[in-house]
């Protein structure tokens, strides 16, 4: 063969490749993305419920301080802009009571409260880089007092919420924010009794930890 021939075939081979990467490149791109996952961190404020003179202390309220949360959100996205999540948030902070009959208010020490969760999320609208969305999930709440001799409680838990993703021009990374609303049952420490023609029922009342959550994160989607 040439040199010249030589010389041709390799130009024409690199020619091709050279062709042919910007192609891929530009299909990798297009390839829609499966996966999300998104370290979160923000504020957790709220959660208060009564108990009865019956629990140990005077009638009053316990109230979790609002103090800074954070976790972690997986997503397996599916079609129409939704995804199945899997969460998983926590927050530290301090657990106060405070006794109906006046007083001051006591700390009785730092609590931790965890949620594990399953739900879904849903967003709307066409634009290619912000996408509002609604959520929500059903799971567990884990109540962590501090206070030895006291142990946790796990609990069925569900949130609802919704937020917005924005995502940058590389369709690989973007910027996430959620504001929730987290609700878990717990016994309010009241007993209710009820009479009837066989015989009578005690059960305990139940009270609901309440709290808001406005989170933010960055988000790896592949």
């Known amino acids: 063969m040439r040199p010249s021939s030589v010389v041709l075939s390799v130009c024409t081979a690199l020619a091709l490749g050279l062709a042919a990467a910007p192609a891929e490149a530009q299909l990798d791109v297009s390839e829609p993305k499966r996966f999300e996952i998104t370290p979160v961190a ?30 972690a959100i997986v997503s397996f996205l599916a079609q129409m802009g939704s995804a199945v999540e899997l969460i998983y948030q926590r927050q530290d902070t301090d657990l106060e009571f ?6 001051a208010n006591t700390n009785l020490g730092g609590f931790a409260v965890n949620y594990i969760q399953l739900g879904g999320r849903q967003q709307f609208g066409h634009s290619e880089k912000i996408h509002p969305f609604i959520s929500g999930s059903l799971g567990v709440g884990i109540l962590d007092p501090k206070a030895e001799g006291i142990g946790s409680s796990t609990r069925f838990s569900w949130s609802l919420g919704g937020g917005v993703n924005y995502m940058f021009a590389n369709g690989r990374t973007g910027l996430r924010s959620d504001i929730k609303l987290w609700s878990t049952p717990v016994p309010s420490g009241e007993i209710g009794v009820w009479c009837g023609f066989y015989a009578c029922v005690a059960a305990e009342g139940t009270d609901w930890i309440t709290q808001g959550q406005w989170t933010g994160g960055l988000v790896f989607t592949f």
């Not at 504020?43 to 301080?65: E, H």
Request: hydrophobic share 35%; charged share 10%.
């Open 98 to 103: 405070d006794p109906v009959s006046g007083g």
């Open 42 to 71: 923000g504020y957790q404020w709220g959660g208060t419920f009564d108990v009865g003179a019956g629990s140990g202390l005077p009638a009053g309220t316990m109230r979790l301080k609002g103090s800074f949360a954070w976790g």
